[in-house]
């Protein structure tokens, strides 16, 4: 019975580091052979996704919880809001709307981090794709008082941009927990350095 528990135990825990190990973004993605508006947008996502990573990769529960002051949302509240900013980005990408039911469900810190890195890596894909013209990928919402529409250029200032701003947030505020982003991380080439 003990060896049953130990022997769950132990493939319930690599199950996890494994599912963990193949999030992406740890390395940005090579670039695309040609440049064309959607696969420069692509890319975008792309240098968010590796910030994001990298910026949320062995958060502890102390660092989630920091807030440099009392207004301030903290990190984990922080992520809560770049999950639905990358909702929004891949809604945009995928030409569907973003429709708030008010009942978000809630995730622990680790599905949050998988749900954004997913959001992300499926948006950049789809761009990459090129079966849609960013004209074609307007930002739409919905709810009880009609619909929304706004071109593509405001997902780049808007929900893109915005979450890059609060990508760097949470790296602030990890320093300030105590828990120092990884010097190793080289944003310009998109790779940990030896």
Partial sequence: MKMSC?????????????????LPFKEIPEYPETFTPETVAARMIDGLGFRYYWAT?????????????AEARTSGETLDHILGLSNVILNAVRREPNVRSGEEAPVDFEEKRKLTLENLEAASNLLKEGKFKLEEMPIVFENEDGKTEL????????????????????????RSSGNPFNSKVSVLTGKLRE
């Avoid at 130990?6 to 193949?22: D, E, I, K, R, V």
């Avoid at 990769?57 to 002051?69: I, N, T």
């Fill in 6 to 22: 130990l022997t769950s135990l132990f493939c319930l825990a690599a199950t996890f580091l494994q599912a963990q190990g193949n």
């Fill in 151 to 174: 071109p593509f250029w405001n997902l780049l200032n808007g929900p893109i941009a915005d979450a890059l701003w609060h990508t760097g947030q949470v790296v602030s505020f990890r």
């Fill in 57 to 69: 990769e062995g958060l502890r529960p102390e660092d989630l919880a920091f807030r440099p002051s």
